[in-house]
């Protein structure tokens, strides 16, 4: 079964402080890893997708890279306006299967 | 600007009403889901339909059905509304794609309260 653990829960910074969050996960033949942002009360927002290990992308002051068993964006000199939940998820290649799997996600804070 | 777009942003219902909640695409996408979202839950898959007048059950369909008339449309229903589906309801559409995956364009979502 395909799984993913995001780790930590919950991260305080202050601004201007780098930091990374993890995604570790465990699938069937990787087609896709996804990173999304959430702010309270909206729909996920599409940031990333990543398809094979040692592919990076970069946005801003985002980037996602990827291992065989992880995921990690790392925010370069966070703002305030850089407070969401991150969500990572995967999809596999489990036949038929357009899930996507998610991980409960990181609650990002930048302190001014 | 292409987007997935649901019906009501706050819906307040009574219990063992029966509630509608609409979803629309304009991606010509063939998959679309629905997903219910609480704190320390996470996303949970309700129902999700790769074809029209097609469906499946996900984690937890019990007190849910949908339908899927057209490819652009995806309701979802609470036969008879209870205070433990009171949440955030997301619906998210993707395009079909054998290789590579494809990821979900979500909807803004619907926070539901049953009272």
């Known amino acids: 079964e395909d799984q993913v653990t995001q780790s930590p829960e919950a991260l305080r910074l202050q601004e201007g402080e780098s930091s990374s969050l993890n995604c570790s996960y465990t699938?069937?033949?990787?087609?896709?890893l996804f990173w999304y942002r959430q702010d309270p009360g909206k729909g996920p927002e599409f940031l990333f997708t990543?398809?094979?290990a040692g592919e990076e992308k970069e946005k801003e002051r985002l980037k996602a890279t990827l291992t065989k068993k992880e995921s990690f964006l790392h925010i370069t000199a966070p703002k305030p306006e850089d407070s969401a939940t991150y969500l990572c998820?995967?999809?596999?290649?489990?036949?038929?299967?357009?899930?996507?799997?998610f991980g409960k996600g990181t609650k990002l804070t930048v302190n001014p | 600007d292409v987007k997935v777009t649901q019906s009501s942003r706050y819906l307040v219902k009574r219990t063992g009403e029966k509630v509608f909640l609409e979803c629309v695409q304009d991606?010509?996408?063939?998959?679309m889901f629905w997903y219910r979202q609480d704190p320390g839950l996470g996303l949970r898959l309700i129902y999700f339909?790769?074809?029209?007048?097609?469906?499946e059950k996900g984690d937890i369909p019990e007190g849910y059905s949908v339908s899927r008339e057209k490819k652009e449309r995806f309701s979802l229903i609470l036969e008879s509304a209870s205070t433990n589906q009171t949440s955030m309801y997301l619906c998210?559409?993707?395009?079909?794609?054998?290789?590579?995956?494809?990821?979900?364009?979500f909807g803004s979502g619907t926070r539901l309260t049953v009272v």
């Open positions: 998820a995967v999809q596999g290649d489990k036949s038929g299967s357009e899930k996507l799997v």
């Open positions: 339909s790769y074809d029209v007048k097609m469906k």
């Open positions: 699938v069937s033949g990787l087609r896709g």
């Open positions: 998210a559409s993707s395009l079909l794609s054998p290789g590579q995956g494809a990821g979900y364009t």
């Open positions: 991606m010509d996408h063939e998959n």
């Open positions: 990543l398809y094979s």
